[in-house]
């Protein structure tokens, strides 16, 4: 095997465009993976009304509000990173990553304490075809936070060792997409479970 | 090689219905293949090139409009035919039928029951009479089913939780078989039961003497066997087992009292009164060689008298 | 051809060159994973097919059999389970797709040849954990249909994980391929010089990449309610049997176009080369891939209309499913007007590529009393739908795979098939499938339900029929396996364009070097000038 020198359409200049559509694919099957249960959210809303009513008002509106502000700073301390890598500046990027990662801490800390309090007061996803959504919904929402909070460590201990600069940040932008996705979500599930019972 | 049945005589309304739908897109299905599959292998053949022969110079054709808007048009036209007609046969196959008698009909594992509007109940057996329109009222107990009379070309899946309906007119005496058409476990295939359409005035006689024996159960006059009898045709017993000695999908009960039974296990035991009462009220303790473990607990449903009545008719089955 | 002498030494063993297991593992070469989806997939089609012997074997009886009910239960469900999630969705696209797609398009390799080699390890995780649910297995069928499987005692949560995963790199391998056709064409490559295998493999990764996490959440919806006692879709607990059906089919509908669209890829581009003609109409078979892939997504409720679900919603579904039957009708006449006029050389990729016309045809025609309304009441859930989807997907699905393992056998091994024994093959298979599955079609229509054990006596004489035709067909199966392996490692070195075809993985050597090209190619026309404008072959 004789090595070649590397096609011009295989230069890093293709990379990004090729990793950001990448991204959109993925982040449309994960449209479809959480537009299954959105579906399945309108379909028992509408079978159960009266029970959607009365069970949403147990859910806790403070818990929710406080967590939807914390995940959108997480977006925009993403998004400044972002911006701060494609000047150049690695310290910048670092700063914004780790306090994106304590922000979605944060929000995963705050899911735990409002989980533990339902369990506290025997709501479990058994207890109705609402809390079995509810559960399940912010359930996959979480576990997507904490894949964000992987692939968002990952980028940090990169960004450490000096691998991204202006030229090279396509990691870190892919990641910023994810993260952003993640937040929609969120956006989406904020006012379906608390605020309109 | 059974016939198909739309030579001679339909069963039912709804079977006229669905066959003429069935020949019409049959008819159209075999002209298409006659149609394509001839082209294809007489093109295969007729251009073949064998081995070793020069190629031929071929044209170079790469399309042509006027063809393809016909096999685009032509076809979309029969398809809307074709929907056409079958919206047409399920839209009447669905809509409901004038001074219809509803029956109610429960599924379950893995046995269908069918409650008359005299409120008796019969299991595995539906008896009607000819040319009278039935609404049938379906649930199931467990898991869905699906209610099939192939000689009616009907269908519908019965769900656990809520109704759904199916309209029968039968047009023709004789007995046909119903099965359970969507899986439901281990004895799926053992679902079936009987549709029995007799004359109008057999029919009659065969609900007044129902009737007549449910008063002697009520007044507790009639002899124990016979009540047994009764039991065993209620509960759908004759379902599964027959009378006569041939096995069906359970054991026999012919000869049955007082013979060595062979078991799964390679034992044997004797068909005592504890065995039978125990086959019923948990079947699957003791599996007769040969047959599957699928009937179904009868505890809490046939009480001890009742119990004790099946096995004085049991005696007498020599 | 036949060379009975030791194995013939390849002379340049391109991309096969480095042995031994890490080589394989580790590699990141497409087509040395297309090579491993293909060895794992055609595994488990040999396995899903000694389960169908067996099924067939206890057909013969009407009564109780050799094997109880709960095994046959048992062993119709693997059968349908492995050979949909394991074997069929993945079958052409994995294999034959991730070998072909970089090299019909002119590329080195995938876009994300790392993720690609995940994708497969995730795919045989997935199956070591659908096996694990061996240990109780599942009695459900392939359909899975609630609330059955949610009291069942079988394994159905580990199975719905097994499945997840194996959906997952389904998801990632049609990812890997919209960008890579998207974004590696080689210089030149328009659209529309696109080569039609392209196209459906496009629409079929669309499908898969839009379609399979719905099948995700639905899997796990249903472990969710086998292990936390909700009840999403069990009406004791307030749920929608039904709802679990919708999700089901609005998953399973799409995939049946993932199965059959790869398929008609193959033939799209077999047809042209044998016949030595251009293909006919391109342009409205590249778009038919496309307009299949996207109705697909709107008829999911044809399998539902004796389900309970709404009157009207079943006479839609029944309108937009007339829809499918448009652009499918399409392919099959352009096929057929490719033809008139060809020199056409009957060798065995051929003779697998018009045997999936001409079962397509059937399969499709029978579709027709399907999704019809007032037929389907009568033949839903009867050995006639057994009968028409193994049509479609065996006769077509499964034909399609043959011609081109057929096609592309030179290519991926550097060696030739022997013809004779691969023809005998064929002989065998179109007769055992058509006597297997044709009886099928009566047998239902007469009123015989899918998953019987047993069956009243009356049906008898044609379950034997079928039965008879699935051991010739076994014997075919044989033949063609024992040809491939044996061809593999003694037949006759190829050379690197043995049918004298137009497109780019016939312009490098057989078998390719593992960066696929010398010089990538650049595209100056599009594939199919097969005939007197300056065909390269003549």
């Known amino acids: 095997m004789s090595s070649r020198p590397p096609e011009p359409s295989l230069a890093p200049a293709g990379a990004p465009e090729k990793a950001r559509l990448g991204i959109w694919t993925f982040l449309a099957t994960e449209v479809l993976l959480f537009g299954g249960l959105f579906t399945a959210y309108t379909v028992f809303r509408i079978a159960h009304p009266a029970q959607f009513h009365s069970d949403y008002l147990q859910l806790n509106r403070l818990f929710g509000a406080l967590n939807t502000v914390v995940l959108i700073c997480s977006s925009l301390s993403v998004a400044i990173g972002i911006a701060a890598i494609r000047q150049g500046k690695e310290r910048a990027l670092q700063r914004c990553l780790i306090i994106t990662l304590l922000l979605a801490a944060a929000f995963l800390g705050i899911k735990y304490l409002e989980w533990s309090d339902h369990f506290a007061h025997g709501i479990y996803p058994r207890t109705s075809i609402f809390f079995a959504l509810y559960y399940t919904m912010t359930g996959l929402h979480a576990l997507h936070v904490m894949a964000g909070m992987g692939a968002l460590t990952t980028m940090l201990v990169l960004a450490r060792r000096g691998k991204f600069s202006a030229e090279y940040s396509t990691p870190v932008e892919i990641t910023g997409i994810y993260w952003h996705f993640v937040d929609l979500v969120w956006i989406y599930l904020f006012p379906l479970l608390y605020l309109i019972g | 090689m059974p016939a198909l049945t739309f030579l001679h005589g339909e069963a039912s309304r709804s079977a006229g219905e669905v066959d003429g739908a069935f020949i019409f897109i049959a008819a159209i299905c075999i002209f298409f293949f006659l149609l394509t599959q001839g082209f294809l292998i007489y093109f295969a053949l007729r251009y073949r090139r064998k081995k070793g022969e020069p190629d031929v110079e071929t044209p170079y054709i790469t399309d042509n409009h006027t063809l393809e808007t016909v096999w685009v048009i032509v076809p979309s036209l029969l398809l809307l035919a074709i929907f056409a007609y079958g919206y047409v046969v399920f839209i009447d196959l669905k809509s409901p039928l004038a001074h219809a008698t509803e029956i109610a009909v429960t599924a379950q594992q893995w046995q269908w029951s069918f409650t008359y509007p005299d409120g008796r109940t019969v299991v595995g057996e539906l008896r009607l009479p000819v040319g009278r329109p039935v609404k049938l009222t379906m649930t199931s107990r467990d898991v869905i089913h699906g209610f099939f009379i192939p000689a009616y070309r009907q269908k519908q899946d019965v769900l656990p939780g809520r109704y759904t309906y199916l309209w029968l007119e039968p047009d023709r005496v004789g007995s046909y078989d119903i099965f359970c058409s969507q899986y439901c476990g281990t004895g799926h295939s053992l679902m079936r039961a009987t549709l029995v359409v007799m004359p109008a005035a057999a029919y009659a006689q065969w609900v007044e003497q129902q009737e007549a024996k449910a008063r002697q159960a009520k007044a507790g006059t009639e002899p124990l066997a016979e009540k047994g009898e009764e039991l065993m045709e209620q509960s759908g017993c004759l379902g599964c087992h027959t009378v006569d000695g041939t096995p069906k999908v359970g054991p026999t009960l012919k000869g049955l009292y007082g013979k060595s039974v062979p078991l799964s296990t390679g034992q044997s035991v004797t068909a005592d009164d504890d065995y039978i009462r125990e086959s019923i009220v948990d079947p699957n303790a003791k599996i007769v060689k040969g047959f599957p473990p699928i009937m179904p607990t009868f505890r809490g449903k046939l009480s001890a008298d009742d119990i004790r009545a099946i096995i004085a008719y049991l005696k007498t089955l020599h | ?538």
């Not at chain 3, 050799?66 to 059968?79: C, E, L």
């Not at chain 3, 079988?154 to 994980?161: G, H």
Request: contains cysteine; glycine residues 10%.
């Open chain 3, 1 to 538: 051809m036949t060379e009975r002498a030791a194995a013939v030494p390849l002379a340049d063993r391109g991309y096969l060159t480095e042995r031994g297991f890490r080589a394989w593992a580790t590699t990141l070469d497409h087509k040395r994973i297309g090579v491993m989806y293909l060895f794992t997939t055609l595994f488990f089609f040999l396995v899903g097919g000694l389960f169908a012997i067996v099924i067939r074997l206890k057909l013969m009886t009407p009564g109780p059999g050799f094997i109880s009910d709960h095994t046959y239960n048992v062993f119709f469900t693997i059968h349908g389970a492995l050979m949909i999630f394991i074997f069929v969705i993945p079958a052409i696209p994995s294999s034959l797709g991730n070998f072909f797609i970089p090299l019909l398009i002119g590329a080195r390799d995938v876009a994300f040849p790392r993720l690609n080699l995940f994708s497969y390890w995730l795919f045989v995780a997935g199956i070591c954990v659908v096996f694990g649910s061996l240990l109780n297995p599942m009695d459900t069928g392939w359909t899975f249909y609630a609330p059955y499987s949610t009291r069942t005692a079988a394994a159905v949560t580990v199975l719905a994980f097994g499945l997840f995963m194996t959906g997952m790199s389904t998801i990632l391998t049609g990812l890997n391929f919209v960008v890579t056709i998207h974004k590696l064409r080689a210089p030149g490559m328009t659209w529309y010089r696109m080569p039609l295998f392209i196209w459906a493999m496009y629409a079929t990764s669309i499908i898969n990449v839009l379609a399979t996490p719905v099948i995700g959440i639905t899997f796990l919806l249903l472990a969710a309610e086998r292990l936390f006692g909700i009840g999403f879709f069990d009406p004791a607990k307030g749920g929608d049997p039904l709802l679990f059906q919708h999700f089901f089919w609005f998953y399973s509908h799409p995939v049946v176009y993932v199965m059959i669209l790869p398929a008609m890829g193959i033939i799209s581009e077999v047809i042209p080369v044998f016949a030595r003609k251009p293909i006919f109409g391109y342009k409205a078979i590249a778009y038919s891939a496309l307009a299949i892939a996207f109705i697909s997504f709107l008829v999911w409720g044809h399998h539902m209309f004796v389900s309970g679900m709404s009157t009207v919603a079943g006479v839609i579904f029944s309108f937009l499913t007339f829809f499918v039957a448009v652009p499918t009708g399409i392919k099959i006449f352009n096929w057929i007007a490719t033809l008139y006029k060809g020199s056409i050389h009957l060798d065995s990729p051929m003779l697998y590529a018009l045997t999936f016309i001409f079962h397509f045809i059937i399969g499709g025609l029978t579709g027709m009393f399907l999704g019809a309304l007032g037929t389907d009441v009568h033949v839903h859930d009867t050995y006639f739908l057994v009968g028409h989807f193994h049509y479609t997907i065996m006769g077509g699905t499964i034909m399609g795979l043959f011609a081109g393992l057929h096609y592309w056998f030179p290519k991926m091994t550097g060696r030739l098939l022997d013809e004779l024994r691969a023809k005998l093959a064929w002989l065998f298979i179109i007769v055992g499938f058509n006597v297997t599955f044709f009886p099928m079609f009566i047998l239902g229509y007469l009123g015989m339900p899918r998953r019987y054990a047993e069956y009243p006596p009356r049906f008898q004489t044609l379950h034997i029929v079928s039965t008879v035709g699935s051991w010739v067909l076994t014997i075919g199966i044989a033949i063609m396996f024992l040809n491939f392996l044996r061809c593999m490692r003694k037949g006759q070195p190829a050379p690197a364009n043995p049918w004298r075809a137009l497109t780019l993985e016939w312009q490098t050597a057989s078998p390719p070097a593992t960066d696929n090209f010398e010089t990538i190619p650049t595209v100056t026309t599009w594939p199919y000038g097969y005939g007197k404008k300056g065909d390269a072959g003549e």
